[in-house]
Structure formats: C-alpha cells, structure tokens
C-alpha cells in the first residue's frame, strides 16, 4: 500500500503558493514528524498525480525538491525512498543528543578521543585557564539511524567531571553535567559555514570542500565558570539552525 494515502494529502488550487511546493511541505512535515520513517518507499509518482489531480511533472517537481534537501533519494529499481528528516535545533542551550532524542531521531555516539592535553591559546582564552595548563579533550562523532551527522570536538577545564568513555557513548555531555551537579546558566554561541577538510570530509561521508554547518560556543555555569568550549561541524543536509526573530519596540 503506499505509504502516502494514510496522509490526507491535499493541494488548495486558490492559494498563491505553487502546487508543487505545497506537496513537498506535507511531505517533508510527515518525514520530519516520523510518519514517513527512513527506508519507506514512496508509491507511484502517477498514481499520486491521479489522486491529487495534479499533474505528473508537478508531482515529480515537489519530490524532486526533497531529493535536493536529502530526505528523499531515488533509488534505481527500487523507488523513491525516505533517507531521514533534516534536524531543526532551535537556538537555545541544549545538547544535540538531547535535541535528537527528543526529535525520535535514535543519536548513537562514537567517541574518538577523550584525553588530557596542553590548553592552545584559543582554548585557555575560552575557559579561562592559563595557556599550556591541562584540558579534558573530547571529540565525538553523532549519528542519526546509522548515517553521521556531527562531528563534535569539546575541551573542558580540569576537575570538572569524570569523562567516562562509555558515558560519553551512552548519553550527552550536557546530561552528564547535571548529573554531576553543574547548572548550565547560559552560552555564548557563533554559527558559520565552510567547506569540508579532507579529514572531516571522512567523518561525515561527504566529499572534500562540502559544504558544512559550524558553530562554537562557551558555555557557562550558573557560577559564570565556563565548563565547556565546544566547536562543531555539521552536514547541512541533515541539520539546520532555527531562529525566532521578534521586533524591537
């Protein structure tokens, strides 16, 4: 049965926003709230056209805009075929594991590096520790339904927490703070974008001068110690920054 009649899709003929697009939201808005779960197929593009009473190409257009986000991916002799749903993080200080979880999204965590090195001036600059004196060192790569999405490199002031390599696998960094007992208060954040070293190309199985989502950001303890610098790489196709934007009166 396809998938696609359990949605109630419908198009509104009056409206300004084109048929096309008005498909692809109902789509994507199924694929984002799990009702359309990664490796579902799609039924027949004319069959869908028939009963919507659209056009074949209009219906091949909408879908066509999903295989370009990476929800969707054509797949020969099989069909067109649900990948995943993109992450949409709102600003706000929360961990990405906690973000996916909520999401549905099944985060695992690989832990490359977890160890004690020589703060880097940038690194003593954003803890406040002096440079050349000892950090805790983490990197992590986080998956979604198996496929990489982040790569995640930390740097903690001595002391902190015990870092525990299965922990570290097992949950978010930011569940294990509060579990030892350190409120977060607030962060300071920068979001960026550029393209993909080889190395990091490699972790997120994407090609060399990809395009990639960066963000930095300090995090702050209710004290106003900073506990964590965190720098991050994402694949914007499978993430993406949500912004609330209000009027100043």
């Not at 808005?29 to 919507?52: D, K, Q, W, Y």
């Not at 002391?159 to 525990?164: A, S």
């Not at 994407?206 to 300090?218: C, D, I, N």
């Amino acid at each position: 049965m396809d998938p696609t009649v359990q949605l109630e899709l419908s198009v509104d003929r009056g409206s300004p926003v084109p048929l096309y697009f008005q498909l692809s939201q109902q789509l994507e808005s199924a694929i984002e709230h799990g009702v359309l779960t990664p490796g579902t197929l799609l039924g027949n593009e004319i069959e869908l056209a028939g009963r919507l009473g659209l056009s074949r190409p209009t219906v091949r257009q909408a879908i066509q805009t999903l295989v370009d986000k990476g929800l969707l991916v054509r797949r020969r002799g099989v069909g067109t075929q649900v990948v995943h749903s993109q992450v949409k993080r709102p600003l706000e200080l929360s961990s990405l594991y906690d973000d996916l979880e909520a999401a549905g999204q099944r985060p695992t965590t690989k832990v490359l590096v977890n160890t004690v090195v020589a703060a880097s001036a940038e690194v003593a600059a954003a803890l406040g520790v002096a440079e050349g004196g000892e950090v805790y060192r983490v990197e992590r790569l986080r998956l979604t339904h198996g496929e990489p999405m982040a790569y995640m490199c930390n740097h903690l002031p001595p002391g902190l927490l015990d870092l525990d390599t299965g922990q570290l696998e097992a949950t978010g960094l930011y569940r294990l703070m509060r579990t030892a007992g350190i409120t977060l208060h607030s962060a300071r954040q920068t979001i960026g974008a550029r393209a993909a070293t080889a190395g990091e190309a490699e972790r997120l199985g994407e090609q060399t001068g990809a395009p990639l989502l960066t963000m930095e950001r300090v995090t702050f303890d209710d004290t106003g110690r900073a506990v964590e610098f965190g720098s991050h790489t994402y694949r914007p196709s499978r993430y993406s920054f949500e912004f609330q934007l209000l009027v100043r009166s």
